[in-house]
Structure formats: structure tokens, C-alpha cells
């Protein structure tokens, strides 16, 4: 299993523990990747200032793939819906891919039709499989409960991702969850936004609504909220004290990746997990798996 | 109050000509998209089914000068309950665009425009960075992309980028 992997601009400088332990979960079962230095931002931050900017660099991205390999992995869901949209759009208009390539000429790339862009919990889902990745566990994480945040663009607008999940009721990321033996608990406003795109323009609204949702996941001693995009993570992990200030609450909820606890189940070195980087510190949910 | 002589009756054309904002049209007023949205429910004054109507009404200075265009947060909730297809995150990015090109673009958003024009990234990537990441065992991350540059240079409006 072969991917170029698209780590986009936030994850590479901010979210460094998101890539470790990522990077060492595929090691792990058997995922290949290929570093490519000239991917650049995907094009999301510029779409609201100019949708055909945003699709001419996810368009130059996806001719650099084109020379290196039809599969991508994503990481952040931003990521994720911006690509997996702009494949399928010039994949599907033969004049809007002309329009494309003679801008994208000027540079010396041509996008090419036949991608795949998969964010690396689908592939994880999809091409490792539950079972494929339940024969690597070692570590039975069944002493936690958690619970998971989607993040928007992981499934909507569902058109663009085939509908490979019912976007009003998901369950895959539960399942990934549950292979390392921990209990997942549900709560009322799973599919809400985190609100993080809007941090920059209203502070106050975009900390309401993650507010909302820290509210529920607090109410059910969880050890942890799990996420797999890196502005939901921003959003409930590094504002997560401004909002408790805010507000005058507590949490004190850790905020961990996916592949984080993951790799934990697999038995990967929690140094190399990158733990420490996370804000609100996960030691007592450590503290469990260590002494279990 | 709505006065009548201050309605453009072409905005809505204006807006489906957009490349996000092609089915503007269709909509009936059903409403799915306030009930549904996560900003509307902490603030009214973001009010999906409200812009798509001032939109079909002609009310172009008042949508492209407000604020509340910008309050969008893309969650895509509506656009996958709308029943008649408008697209709603596409039509609200149509009138960014729209707004941006006539200088009215939220300075959050000028912001991004030229941190990705500028350097092909969302960061102006430092020193400091890839020995962070040089520590951590990860490979180097390029500082500029002048492809990126040269590409969006003519597309983007003059206000963003200068």
C-alpha cells in the first residue's frame, strides 16, 4: 500500500503529533509513503476570497501526484474535501479541466483525470480493514472511554465522497475506535461543527459552538476526545483553556489523534507519539494503559 | 424596510454566474438550511434562508458590504439536507468572491489570501520550524512556492494581495 502523503500546511508546522504518530501507525501495518516537497497549501484558506485560486492550486497539487503516484493520503478533512472536490470536478468537466491546464501550463503541470485521494482514516478503514488491523494489537486499551469527533469535511458534502459514509449517521470512525478495545461513548451533537473556520472572523461564535461540544463529551467522563483534522483539534485542544476562561467552566478534557491512540494499541513508543506536545496533558489516561 | 428602487434584479444572475454559485435559483424558502445550521443557532444574525432571499431580492449592497457573509463556517450541513440542490457553502462562497473583488473582503480571509499568495502556505515558514521538526525526527518542509505565486498573482483581486 503506496501513498504520496499530503500533510498541508497546518499539521506540518502546528501538529507535528498528528504526523508522528501517523507516520509510525503505517509503519506498522504495512502503509508506504512518499514524501513529495512541492505539495503545497491544498487551497481551502483562499477559496473564501477566490474559488477559482482555490481550484487552481488544488489542481497544481494534484498534477504534481499525477507524476508520482494515483494515490494520495490527506490528513486534515480541509484537506481532504479540497482535493477529493477539485479531482472530481475536473475529473468530470472536460472544459473546466481545459480552462485549468492552460493556467496550470504556465508552470509546466497538467492535471491529469484518474486520483484517488483518501484521508488516512478511511484508508485505514477501508484498505488495512477492522480486521487487518485488530491482528495488530497488543496493548487492549479496553481501561478508556472515549469519545469522537468527525470534523465536517471527513463527510460532507457527502456527493463529493460518494456517500462512502450516511453522513447523518456515521459509524467507521467509532469502529477504527473501538479495534483498540476501547469503549466509544456516543453524545447528542456528534455532527456539529467545531467551528473553527470562523475563529478568525467571530471569536466569540466560533468558541459557543465548541463550547456546545465540549460541554456533551465533558458530561460523560471520557478520557479523551478523539479527532483526525487538525483545525478540529485546534479548535478543542489549543482553545480549549481560552473557552474555560471565557465561559467560567472546567474540562480539563485531553484532545488526542487518532493514530495517537492507535499506536498506542499497537505497542509503538509513546515517545514517538508525540504525547508531549499535546496541550492538555493525557497522563492520567496513560497512567491507565501503563499501569493495566 | 425594503425599498424597491434600491433592489438590483440582476444580482442573483450576477451571483449564478459565479463558479460556486450556479443554483441560486432553485431555492424555495423551505428553510432546512437555517434549522440545520450551528451558527445560526448561537447567533441570528447569520441566517442562511435570510442571504439566499436578499439575494434572489436584490439586495446586493446590503449582502456584500455585511458581515455576515463571512460567518459561514463551511460545515456543509445545509447543502446536504437542501432539497432542491442550491448548494448553499458554494452560493455563500460566491459571495465572498463577489464581495472581495468589489473590496469588501473580511481582513481574516485578506489575511490567508496573501499568506498562500505570498508563500504557498497558510505559514511563513521559519527557521526555527524545520529545526523543530529536524528534532522530532520529521523531513523539511519548503518555505516558498513560486508556482503558487505565479498562479494565483493575476486571479486574486488587487485588494487582497497588495
Not at chain 1, 483539534?233 to 481560552?242: R, T
Not at chain 2, 432539497?83 to 490567508?112: C, D, S
Not at chain 2, 524545520?130 to 486574486?156: C, P, Y
Request: proline share 3%.
Amino acid at each position: 500500500m503506496k501513498y504520496a502523503l499530503f500533510l498541508g500546511c497546518t499539521i506540518s508546522i502546528r501538529e507535528q503529533n498528528y504526523e508522528m504518530a501517523t507516520r509510525e501507525v503505517a509503519k506498522k501495518l504495512g502503509i508506504e509513503f512518499i514524501d513529495v516537497e512541492d505539495f503545497s497549501c491544498c487551497g481551502f484558506p483562499i477559496r473564501p476570497t477566490s474559488a477559482e485560486a482555490s481550484l487552481l492550486i488544488a489542481a497544481r497539487n494534484l498534477a504534481i501526484a499525477a507524476e508520482i503516484s494515483e494515490k494520495i493520503c490527506t490528513l486534515c478533512n480541509a484537506c481532504t474535501s479540497t482535493l477529493t472536490e477539485a479531482n472530481k470536478e475536473l475529473n468530470n468537466d472536460k472544459e473546466l479541466r481545459k480552462k485549468v491546464n492552460k493556467e496550470l501550463i504556465n508552470i509546466g503541470r497538467k492535471f491529469k483525470p484518474g486520483l484517488n485521494i483518501k484521508h488516512f482514516s478511511r484508508i485505514l478503514y477501508e484498505d488495512v480493514g477492522l480486521e487487518g488491523i485488530k491482528k495488530k494489537i497488543v496493548n487492549d486499551l479496553s481501561c478508556l472511554r472515549f469519545s469522537v469527533h468527525y470534523g465536517c469535511h471527513y463527510l460532507r458534502p457527502s456527493g463529493i465522497y460518494d456517500y462512502f459514509e450516511d453522513a447523518e449517521n456515521p459509524s467507521t470512525f467509532e469502529e477504527l475506535v473501538e479495534t483498540t478495545g476501547a469503549e466509544v461513548v456516543d453524545y447528542k451533537n456528534k455532527l456539529d461543527c467545531c467551528g473553527s473556520p470562523i475563529l478568525g472572523v467571530e471569536e466569540n461564535i466560533a468558541h459557543s459552538i465548541a463550547k456546545r461540544k465540549l460541554d456533551s463529551v465533558k458530561e460523560n467522563k471520557v478520557d479523551a476526545l478523539i479527532t483526525i483534522c487538525p483545525f478540529c483539534s485546534i479548535m478543542f485542544e489549543k482553545s480549549q483553556k481560552k473557552i474555560e476562561a471565557k465561559f467560567n467552566v472546567e474540562y480539563n478534557l485531553p484532545v488526542l489523534y487518532y493514530p495517537q491512540i492507535l499506536g498506542l494499541a499497537l505497542g509503538i513508543n509513546i515517545e514517538q507519539l508525540g504525547f508531549r506536545m499535546n496541550k492538555i496533558k493525557p497522563d492520567a489516561l496513560l497512567g491507565k494503559v501503563i499501569g493495566s | 424596510m425594503i425599498d424597491s428602487k434600491e433592489l438590483d434584479q440582476n444580482f442573483k444572475y450576477e451571483v449564478s454566474k459565479e463558479i460556486e454559485g450556479a443554483n441560486i435559483t432553485r431555492c424555495f424558502a423551505c428553510g432546512t438550511c437555517t434549522s440545520s445550521c450551528p451558527v445560526r443557532e448561537i447567533d441570528n444574525k447569520y441566517n442562511p434562508r435570510k442571504i439566499i432571499r436578499m439575494v434572489l431580492l436584490g439586495m446586493r449592497e446590503r449582502v456584500l458590504k455585511s458581515n455576515f457573509i463571512w460567518l459561514c463556517s463551511t460545515c456543509c450541513i445545509c447543502d446536504d439536507r437542501c432539497p432542491q440542490g442550491v448548494n448553499l457553502t458554494k452560493i455563500m462562497t460566491a459571495l465572498k468572491n463577489i464581495a472581495a473583488k468589489e473590496g469588501y473582503i473580511h481582513p481574516f480571509f485578506r489575511g490567508q489570501a496573501r499568506l498562500v499568495s505570498t508563500f504557498g502556505r497558510l505559514y511563513d515558514v521559519e527557521d526555527f520550524d524545520n529545526k523543530k521538526r529536524m528534532k522530532l525526527g520529521l523531513i523539511q518542509v519548503k518555505k516558498n512556492f513560486e508556482e503558487v505565486t505565479k498562479l494565483t498573482k493575476n486571479i486574486l483581486p488587487k485588494e487582497a494581495i497588495q
